[in-house]
Every structure is written in structure tokens, then in C-alpha cells.
Nanobody
Framework: QVQLVESGGGLVQAGGSLRLSCAAS????????LAWFRQAPGKEREFVAA??????????LYGDSVKGRFTISRDNTKDTVYLQMNTMKPDDTAVYYC????????????????WGQGTQVTVSS
């Protein structure tokens, strides 16, 4: 089972950008679907983005609230998945989690078997 460690969270002003990284170890990275979820205080865990497939045209999916602003990508030479977040809004404030799994149900948290510890992202208005 792959182990995941997130980094790159922090404080940013509205309209700004951040890039999150998720480093994987202990598993066959190229075989996994990798995703980002987020959870704000008092709210359910929300799907952000997912990527599956390592060559050619991977399957990529975004949550409605981040389409056009966030971009997910993976670097198989570094066993790392990234989340580039642009034009950020205060509503993006949450703990962001990286997840890995073998399912094709990319937007379902219960489809993922490995989770990172989370990284806090705060967007000030």
C-alpha cells in the first residue's frame, strides 16, 4: 500500500496561487489513481481533483468548484502528484488531503485506500 505525504500548504491572499505536492512511496506509483480532497471545519470531505493513468492521455477529473482554477498533474519520475491552485478564494480554505487507490470511482473518497496526513490551506480575503 502506498504511503503519501503532502506539502506546500500555507496562507495566501484571495486571487493568489499555491502548489501542493504529494510524494508517494512503498507502492507502484504509476498504477494508482491519485486524488486531492479537502475538508473545511464542519463540512464533509469534498472531492477536488483526480488523475489516473501515467502515459498518453491520463484520465483527469475536477470538482465543480475548482474547474478552471486548479490543475492536477503527476511526475512519475519523482512519484509525486501536484495540485496547482490559481485564483484562489476564501472558500478554498480547508485541509487538503492526497489519496491513492486502484478504483475508477475517482471522485469518491471511499474508493481510496491510502491517505496522507493533510496540509492546511488558508485563503484570506
Amino acid at each position: 500500500q502506498v504511503q503519501l505525504v503532502e506539502s506546500g500548504g500555507g496562507l495566501v491572499q484571495a486571487g493568489g496561487s499555491l502548489r501542493l505536492s504529494c510524494a508517494a512511496s512503498g507502492g507502484m506509483f504509476t498504477s494508482y489513481a491519485l486524488a486531492w480532497f479537502r475538508q473545511a471545519p464542519g463540512k464533509e470531505r469534498e472531492f477536488v481533483a483526480a488523475i489516473r493513468g501515467s502515459t498518453g492521455s491520463p484520465t483527469i477529473l475536477y470538482g465543480d468548484s475548482v474547474k478552471g482554477r486548479f490543475t492536477i498533474s503527476r511526475d512519475n519520475t519523482k512519484d509525486t502528484v501536484y495540485l496547482q491552485m490559481n485564483t484562489m478564494k476564501p472558500d478554498d480554505t480547508a485541509v487538503y488531503y492526497c489519496a491513492g487507490g486502484m478504483s475508477w470511482r475517482l471522485n469518491r473518497p471511499d474508493a481510496y485506500t491510502s491517505w496522507g496526513q493533510g496540509t492546511q490551506v488558508t485563503v484570506s480575503s
